[in-house]
């Protein structure tokens, strides 16, 4: 008896305890899946348009910009934001004896173009956009923009990306630091942390983000050179290759290899606007960015091609760890300016080399004439993209002081209002100093 | 005569070096500040406005949305992206049997918010808007953004922010790792890597970063009370205090004090929709982020509210390390969304606590009626920005199953098909399971 009143009292509890969980599934799939009715006011844009292209009409002599979200007059309306060596309202007064500075590689040569190109590359963002942290299929990264990026490569030819992942960034700066995490997990056959390497003169950021990481996976140990044919040849290795090479532009290859040896190829300035384009890369781990490709670099936006799945779900836990993937604004911006860049077909490489060209000719010709200065000299190539020989037209001239009295190549510079980056910065001696083009 | 000879060599060489330098001057100069003729084509944004506007009529029932990055049809027109549990063209048809999932904090319930303020929220970018990496004052961090986030906060009245520095970051997510490598530098006081703990039940992500990062500096230790008078007080400790917690939503504070100890909030949701305002928070580092404010989460946008220098000019060199600051186009989203939000008062605050409030309520009212299940339980308090006592609205249900053969609980939820986050991945016990309400 009391043992049936037990049993029933379950069974009653096992009821209740059900509804409750039938009433609780309701309850979440209703705010889930919540239907509202859309009722959006006609012509919702209008506005944001208006304003968007009132600022644009603001003049700043071509010597700035005005920007809604730039300073503000008093009047509380947008006013010119001036670039370097030029002021007053209309950015038309140039600012005498300014220092020209060449040490940033900010690429607003490409500003231009985009303003010739404004309908296509115009961007119309709704206030419910994108807001979810991940895309309909779960991911952090866009179906959509990874297509355009595989129809790029293979309309540029500059890198094999069929049968590829592809993983993004803020910038290639986050990709690069995730490829060294992913690879540096991969290398398990020691103990020891995974030696990085990136042959001189080398980006600085390599070095820089290694040692501020400062993980227990990884150690920044210099020039690959050191490390050839060295007895330990055990040890586990990245190396970094940028290729053209930040700063001198040149078509790099790796110095190390064999089993214990990764390779990260930075392949940022391997477009046709800097570099020849020889053949399509076809490596294990190649880094691109928006910045150098179409001159958005506050955008923050590159991307890896992988061949292997396992160093591919590592990037993607990276991105996850550090950012929760990769903001879905800079995603669609991206996506817009991709789109209207390959409608252009070949406009934008035509139009950013002719300028980056024009640039390189000027500086060498300046160069030439001088015994006291010279510049990287890198012997033309094929180029597939153009089907001709063509010169390098690259992004940086790598300077070097000839005479024993200017060591301090920068302080030279300097001295005539010039400024670049030294070259220990890049690893290497300060005769050498990096001038950029871009 | 030798010597003299020399000497006028050496004064020509001069006077050409000079002119070279001069020449390389204005070769720079030249295109550093380059002019061009604005010729932009008048209504350039109107296709981009027409293109978003019809996107965003295609009606998905309220169970979906259509978007220009979205997926493409046959045709090659924008389709809709169904909700879980819908499919079908226009999302109308239910998923029989579909599972409820309550797993992910994605705060969707503020689009409807967004459509009905779609013309103050709605942002059209130019081709060429923000290309540089920094802003006019080469910070990487608009000025109008941090000024809008000061008055936000102003009026709100959940944060001093007066004298203090703000930081920006992608999402919460990389301020808070930026926050922990910037006070594990500054703990110098040991050899040993800073202890980095949270009281369980903790956000997860304070765990997992810190051991995915892997630093040297530091090393995750779990709950603080483990350390709490203990006799080794010289050891450096970093305290993350999420507060109102997630996953509970108590308006916790910190365990451990004392010279050595630094303590970072995590106030993500201390908005007035999920949480009485007692009073404005004024801890030494805080962190928010636009995700659970205007619910925003693909932006990927935070920032720290910070009183100490060093610390923040470690935060910014974290950015810059990472991913060479934050996307313009997420800073240029978040200005917009937060002027929309502040042009409409307290509107948000008011839509988003009674969507929050009702959600809870139903919730609580199923759960009351069991002895199978129970819920987090907070007193209320007195709110600061309503000026009255008013229950806590949390964005997360930290579920008891209070049986002992139920210490799986989020399976005997699953077996609901209701699918929540096990109470261990918060470092607790799983009879606990957190429930989404966002």
Redesign the interface.
Known sequence: MVKNVLRSTYVV?LV???S??????L???N???????????R???????A???AV??I?C???G?A??????GDGNEPVC??????KGPDCSN?IPH?T???D?G???????F???????????????????????DNTFF????ERLIHKLHAFVGNAITRNRYIVF???S??VL?AAAYALSLQNTSSQSPTRVVASIPYYTLHK??ME??????FKFEGDPYTWKNRSDGTADVIEFVTTPNNPDGRLSGAILDGPNVKTIYDRAYYWPHFTPIPAPADEDLMVFTL?KLT???????GWAVIKDETVFNRMV??MK?????????????A???LK?LLEEGTGIFDFAYRTMKR?WE??AA??S??N??SLQKINPQYCSFYNEVREFSPAYAWLKCESEEDKDCYE??KA???IGRRGNVFGSEDYYVR?S?I
């Not at 409750?20 to 599934?25: D, E, G, P, R």
């Not at 012509?43 to 348009?49: D, I, K, L, N, T």
């Not at 934001?81 to 030029?86: F, I, L, P």
């Not at 001159?295 to 936006?301: L, M, Q, Y």
């Open positions: 509890c209740c305890s059900t409750i969980l039938l009433n609780l599934l309850i979440i799939n705010y889930v899946a919540a239907q509202w009715t859309l009722s959006l006011s012509g919702w844009s209008s506005r944001a348009a304003e968007a292209e644009a009409e003049s002599s071509g010597h910009i920007s809604l979200d730039g300073f503000f934001e001036c670039n370097t060596c030029y140039f300014c020209a500075n060449a940033c900010d690429p607003l040569f490409l500003e231009p985009w303003m010739q190109h404004s309908t296509s590359s115009a961007l119309v963002v709704s206030g419910w956009n994108r807001m979810s942290y991940t895309y309909n866009s179906q959509q923009l960034g803020a910038g700066t986050q630091s820089d983000q501020y990481f400062n993980s227990e996976k910045s001159g958005h670099a506050g955008t923050r936006f836990t990276h760890m550090n950012s929760l993937g990769v903001s879905k604004d800079a995603q669609f911006r996506f817009k300016l209207a640039r000027r500086l300046t160069i004439s001088s006291r200065l030279v510079l005539a209002n010039i001038l083009l």
